[in-house]
C-alpha cells in the first residue's frame, strides 16, 4: 500500500481499539497516554519502509526525507547487527527482513533502548513512552497486515516460515478505494463506541475487550475481502 494508505488505515484501527477510553473514564493522564499511542503508531506505520530510505542512501528531497533516511540506516545498521548475532541472515531490500513480525520486533527494540538511553541519561524519562513504544510496535505490525492485503504480498513470519500471504489490492490502482473505505468504517466504529460509552456510561474496561477482539475480526474480513479483485 501507499504510505499514506498505511498511515490512514492504522491510525483508524488504533483510533477503534484505544475508543473505550476516549469517553467516561476519560482523565488527563488518560487523554495524553492515548496521544503517546496515537503518535507512536503514526510513527509505526512507516516503520516497516525503513528498508526502502536505507536502500537509496541519503537523497532525499526535503529536511524530512533526510531524517527519516538518517533514523532509517541507522535502525537497519543495527537491526542487521543484532540478526548476524543471533545467526540469522538479514535481506534489507523492500518488503524483506523489515517487513516481518521479527524484524519489526527488533526494530522497536532498536528504537526503544537507543532512545531509552538518551532520554534516561538526559532526564527526559517518562512512563507515558512506554505507550509510544507500544504504538509504534502497533503500528509496525498493522504496515504487514496492510501489506499482506496487497497483490505483492508479504511473508510475515520469517525467518521462522515461509508462509506467503497477498490479497487483490494493488498499490498503484488509485480507484481502488478499500483501504480508505475500511478506514472510514473503523472511524465510525469508533464514534460509536465513545458515543455509546458516553450515553450508557460503560466503563472502559468492560469495553476495551469486546472492542479489541471486534477489530481483529474485522482485519481477517478485511483480509478476506482484499481477496477480490477491484471492479
Not at 488504533?14 to 492515548?34: N, R
Not at 527519516?68 to 543471533?86: A, D, E, K, P
Not at 480507484?175 to 475500511?182: A, S
Request: with cysteine; charged share 10%.
Amino acid at each position: 500500500m501507499r504510505g499514506d494508505d498505511h498511515v490512514v488505515l492504522s491510525m483508524a484501527t488504533a483510533l477503534l481499539c484505544i475508543s473505550p477510553f476516549l469517553a467516561v473514564d476519560l482523565t488527563v493522564e488518560c487523554l495524553w497516554g492515548c496521544v503517546f499511542f496515537m503518535v507512536g503508531v503514526y510513527g509505526g506505520s512507516r516503520l516497516p519502509d525503513a528498508d526502502v530510505a536505507a536502500t537509496k542512501g541519503l537523497h532525499p528531497r526535503n529536511c524530512r526525507g533526510l531524517l527519516f533516511s538518517g533514523i532509517s540506516i541507522v535502525i537497519i545498521s543495527v537491526v542487521r547487527v543484532i540478526y548476524r548475532l543471533m545467526g540469522l541472515r538479514f535481506n534489507r531490500r523492500h518488503r524483506h527482513s523489515l517487513h516481518t513480525i521479527f524484524g519489526v520486533f527488533v526494530a522497536v527494540c532498536v528504537i526503544g533502548g537507543l532512545t531509552g538511553i538518551i532520554l534516561v541519561d538526559g532526564g527526559w524519562w517518562s512512563d507515558a513512552l512506554y505507550l509510544l513504544y507500544a504504538g509504534i510496535l502497533c503500528g509496525g505490525f498493522l504496515h504487514l497486515a496492510e501489506d499482506c492485503c496487497t497483490v505483492t504480498g508479504l511473508n510475515p513470519f520469517m525467518p521462522f516460515s515461509s508462509l506467503h500471504l497477498n490479497g487483490a489490492i494493488n498499490t498503484g490502482d488509485y480507484g481502488d478505494r478499500r483501504p480508505v473505505l475500511y478506514a472510514k468504517f473503523l472511524v465510525c466504529m469508533a464514534a460509536l463506541v465513545i458515543a455509546g460509552g458516553y450515553v450508557y456510561h460503560v466503563p472502559a474496561g468492560n469495553l476495551f475487550i469486546p472492542v479489541l477482539a471486534f477489530t481483529v475480526v474485522f482485519w481477517f474480513i478485511f483480509y478476506r475481502f482484499s481477496q477480490y479483485l477491484h471492479a
